[in-house]
């Protein structure tokens, strides 16, 4: 293997670690590349393998087919009224589960289009009058996703008794993520909540029986890919058999077993991590809104940031790896998304993926006032733009961001160099453009400090080159010689960041072994736990929206990604959730009990809401927390002087910061050993002393009231946490 080649002999000082050396391997790479395929092009192209995991032979570039893209276009959608209608009469039984899946109910005609450098879409019901609503808030950013999109994947084929379901039906791909709800109980009462979580009125909890079927008929139709297997909810941790649902689904050989989570089990009981850990689970997708107490409050929970944390510390400690998921709320914690990025950066050892996820209004929220929805909601392109702001420019809307789709070039290679008699495809992530898009970030772990590799690395050149590569189909070894002078050639070294080797852009793109059970940072880590060498991550940083009745269009539907596993077979994500409701007409025909019924039986589980706490969770942790940067730069009569805009609790570092106050200067030197309790309270601190900066510009004789009450808060802050207070 050629990346074993580059690893092979390599120090701290490695010959593949100078500018100028890598900058001489990129260009030798890119003359080779040119010269072979001066040739190849002009050579009849290779026949395409037929895996017996797949459909047909492989893809070529130009087999692949793509839906309806650009703007303006007609697609089709669902009337937001009907749909609710059609779905009270099939629940209720009025109406017959066939008429829903032949008959077209609620469906509609829409129109997308751009308007005033937006994209939007439009649809007019003949009874319930005409729809609006946004789709991107930049329609040069959605153009350039759409432009790059790489194809679909196979139709699925052999699949009649998975995808069952009319106009609702996928009919491309495997999925990348098959997400499997265990019950409908949650320990919280969240807004936003896909599935209005212990507000219907019973219980739906699959057997164990059940689950089992799900993750066999998840494997008996092509394409056979290898896919993640995500428990969810509800609380999947809730359900009796949840560490007998990841052993079964490792023992079927699925990949990746993750579990969608609030995590407040993990944070709970350490017990609870190993054991998950010994069962088989990969992963999490940790509901996580913000760094700080007041970005998680609106999930009712009191103390839900500390739980965060410890689930974190826990999960790290035993070896499962850490999504934060977030869902993006305008108006709600938009603001400070890029802060999240830079936590999952300072704590990359710890957190490898972040998925923005902007709101779906569909379960508790499907029937939130317009004006509501209207200004709460938020697109992949406002993401962003937010994003690209709050970095400082790290991140750009125009250079950094690709289709999800974009990365099944890469699989397409490895799906060659696998052979014909692999058991499984590669995870391929072919999902809609306006589905899911993602960006890559180089993170120095000694550092937290990074930088996009889109800067460096030619990408959307690579994509190509990868075509080319599949098209050809030379075989494995010229694949892979192919391959190792696609990625070398499309590295910049001058732009990377200094010491970063392109040894380490070979081990991102390029696995150890053509194994499609593959983990980016794994491959990046040194092959010595104490090499000084052993500085590079990737932190990936995905956004997936998924839609609701304001912006549902069956073009997505039918190529999903994250199709449910349910006991009626596969649906896509959206269609499940929203749509007509698949949701709640599957969880009524196989409800479990009544609530009374099941808390006669059962009892009643702890629901944290209203502001009441978890017990027992333990503010130590060994987290980077931000704790009053971004404050402070909002506000321009505030000026700090930090000595570092993080604390690290185990090491107890020390934080001084000046706040001009009229003529005073008050000066805190922080030591403590609690950071969340630390950046709450200097964060009420500081919004008293912005409070008295601006009052007093309108009304000077108000400034000694509001300094006083600002006192009292520092008083408080040294009360509490014995911290030294100057003044």
């Known amino acids: 293997m050629f990346s074993d080649n580059f690893r092979r002999g390599e120090t701290e000082r490695s010959r593949f670690s100078g500018v100028k050396t890598s900058r001489l391997v990129s260009s030798l790479s890119d ?47 669902l009337c937001p009224r009907c749909v609710k209608e059609v779905r ?31 994209v939007f879409m439009t649809k007019t019901c003949p009874k319930h009058g005409r729809f609006k609503d946004i789709m991107a808030t930049d329609a040069r950013f959605l153009e350039r996703i759409e432009s790059l999109f790489f194809g679909r994947d196979f139709r699925s084929a052999e699949d009649t008794h998975v995808h069952k379901h009319g106009t609702s039906n996928i009919q491309f791909g495997r999925g990348a993520v098959l997400t499997v709800d265990l019950t409908n109980r949650c320990n ?63 023992k079927v050989g699925f990949y990746r077993i993750l579990a969608a989570t609030n995590g407040i089990r993990y944070a709970e009981d350490i017990e609870f991590c190993k054991a998950a850990k010994e069962a088989g ?19 009712g929970v009191g103390n839900l940031f500390d739980v965060k944390l410890r689930a974190i510390e826990n999960l790290a400690s035993v070896g499962i790896k850490v999504t934060l998921v977030t869902t993006i709320v305008n108006t709600i914690n938009n603001d400070a998304i890029g802060q999240i990025v830079e936590f999952a950066a300072k704590n990359i050892d710890k957190v490898q993926t972040i998925a923005f996820q902007p709101v779906s209004f569909t379960g508790r929220d499907e029937d939130v006032p317009d004006q509501v929805r209207e200004r709460q909601r938020y697109t992949l392109a406002g993401m962003a733009e937010d994003l690209d702001k709050q970095l400082d420019g790290r991140m750009k809307p125009l250079r950094d961001w690709f289709p999800l789709s974009s990365y099944s070039a890469f699989t397409s290679v490895m799906d060659m160099l696998q052979g014909a008699d692999a058991p499984w495809g590669w995870s391929s992530c072919n999902c809609h453009p306006n589905c899911g898009i993602f960006t890559l970030a180089v993170v120095n772990r000694k550092t937290g400090e990074f930088k996009s590799l889109f800067d460096f690395f030619d990408y959307e050149q690579f994509m190509k080159d990868v075509s080319v590569i599949t098209d050809t189909a030379r075989g494995k070894k010229l694949t ?47 092959q010595k736990s104490d090499d000084p060498a052993d500085v590079w991550r990737v932190l990936c940083v995905e956004g997936m929206w998924f839609q609701d009745l304001f912006n549902y269009d069956f073009r997505r539907t039918e190529m999903c990604v994250i199709p449910y596993g349910t006991q009626e077979g596969e649906i896509s994500f959206c269609a499940y959730n929203t749509g007509v409701g698949w949701r709640q007409i599957i969880e009524n025909m196989h409800k479990t009990a009544g609530l009374a019924e099941w808390y006669k039986e059962h009892g009643r589980h702890p629901v944290y809401a209203k502001g009441k706490a978890v017990p027992g969770i333990s503010k130590k942790h060994s987290l ?10 909002k506000d321009v009569d505030v000026q700090p002087a930090v000595v570092t805009p993080y604390i690290v609790e185990a090491e107890s570092e ?4 000046e706040v001009g106050m009229t003529d005073d200067t008050i000066t805190l030197d922080l030591t403590t050993t609690d950071a969340a309790q630390v950046q709450e309270l200097a964060e009420r601190c500081l919004a008293a002393i912005r409070e008295s900066n601006e009052r007093a510009q309108r009304d000077a004789d108000e400034i000694t009231e509001l300094q006083a009450e600002t006192c009292v808060l520092l008083q408080q802050l040294k009360t509490t946490l014995n911290v030294e207070t100057t003044r």
């Open 31 to 77: 003359v080779a590349w040119k010269a072979f395929q001066s040739v190849n092009r002009r050579v009849p192209e290779g026949e395409a393998i037929r895996p017996r995991w797949a459909p047909g032979p492989l893809l070529k570039s130009y087999e692949r087919t793509a839906p309806p893209l650009g703007f303006p276009r007609e697609t089709d959608s």
């Open 88 to 118: 009270e009469s099939v629940i209720s039984g009025a109406t017959p589960l066939e008429d829903l899946m032949h008959a077209h109910p609620g469906e509609i005609k829409a129109q997308i289009f751009e308007e005033d450098g937006k």
């Open 188 to 250: 919280m009462m969240c807004n936003p909540c896909f599935m209005d979580a212990n507000q219907v009125g019973y219980v739906h909890e699959p057997t164990f029986e059940d689950t089992k079927a799900i993750l066999d008929r998840a494997v008996s139709f092509k394409p056979r890919r290898q896919i993640i297997i995500l428990f969810s909810g509800g609380e999947p941790t809730l359900s009796p058999y949840f560490l007998d649902a990841v052993a079964y689904a490792k």
């Open 281 to 299: 689970q990969h992963g999490v997708y940790l509901q996580f809104d913000g760094v700080s107490e007041e970005k998680n409050k609106h999930r």
């Open 480 to 526: 892979m010689a192919q391959l190792a002078m696609a990625i070398m050639r499309n590295f910049k070294p001058e732009r990377a960041p200094e010491g970063f080797p392109v040894s380490q852009i070979v081990n991102l793109f390029k696995p150890s072994s053509a194994n499609s059970n593959s983990d980016r940072n794994d491959r990046m880590k040194a």
């Open 624 to 633: 980077s927390l931000p704790v009053v940067q971004a404050i402070l730069a």
């Open 654 to 657: 020390a934080l001084c910061m």
